[in-house]
């Protein structure tokens, strides 16, 4: 019990200004770098992006939906199906927008998981509808192995766009993959290395690309011994040097085959 009566004028001004600092620390945490938050949804633009009431776009992590179309060009197969559903679930309610160790992307949209009121995963719920498939883009992989759990469920039940040739892997050998995310599938013909990169080479023209701090971090073995391997790989086919690649960073988005 503490004895005011006895604490010198001064002394007693200090306790009591400790213990107020105190009691409003623990009542009012502070707020930067809060890993989640409680926003509401103002508009969908697709199959996994929103824009939140206060004009922030939010990507959601774990999941990629099939493309609408843009100028001109026609949708691909459950992109308007995976809009609405996301409609359905969350426009114009309050939503929790969970973080991971990157809170924005190169386009400035803010990346996270997003849950309803009722605890539910907004992600895992077009995961087992049959309407995203899982991708897993380093540093924010925490929740993969949970999303890879739902998605192969849907897989399995031929879901949505695992039922259509949508997510079909294209033979590397059949010819080089349009721009934009595919499936893919290819042995390995050739392993290269840079000083930043880990090549591995689908035939001459087509070649998976890994950073090789992500092969460090989350790749077992030497990538030398993935020569000759099949593989089936999702993900953003692009142009580089001279020749299509696909970006990969975590072993998530690539499969060794028997």
Request: proline content about 5%; some cysteine; hydrophobic content about 45%.
């Amino acid at each position: 019990m503490f004895c005011f009566h006895k604490a010198p004028h001064g002394a007693l001004f200090v306790l009591w200004q400790t213990l107020l600092y105190g009691l409003l620390a623990f009542t009012w945490p502070p707020a930067v770098h809060a890993q989640s938050e409680v926003a509401t949804v103002r508009y969908v633009l697709d199959g996994d992006t929103v824009i939140l009431s206060d004009d922030r776009s939010v990507r959601l992590i774990g999941i990629n939906a099939p493309e609408l179309g843009h100028k001109g060009a026609a949708d691909e197969p459950f992109a308007a199906a995976a809009r609405d559903r996301l409609r359905q679930l969350v426009l114009g309610t309050p939503v929790r927008l969970e973080f991971e160790d990157e809170h924005r992307d190169r386009y400035g949209r803010w990346l996270a998981h997003l849950w309803l009121t009722d605890g539910r995963s907004v992600e895992e719920i077009l995961l087992a509808n049959g309407l995203a498939s899982v991708v897993a883009i380093p540093p924010n992989v925490r929740d993969t192995a949970r999303l890879q759990a739902v998605e192969t469920v849907a897989r399995r039940a031929r879901l949505g766009l695992w039922g259509h040739r949508y997510s079909e892997p294209m033979d590397i050998g059949d010819g080089i993959p349009e721009p934009g995310f595919r499936f893919v599938r290819g042995r390995v013909t050739h392993v290269g290395k840079s000083r930043k990169y880990i090549y591995l080479d689908l035939g001459r023209q087509f070649a998976l690309r890994i950073r090789q701090e992500d092969w460090d971090r989350y790749f077992r073995g030497r990538p030398d011994a993935w020569h000759g391997a099949l593989l089936m790989a999702r993900g953003w086919v692009s142009e580089r040097d001279g020749r299509a690649q696909m970006a990969i960073g975590h072993p998530a988005m690539v499969e060794r085959l028997p």
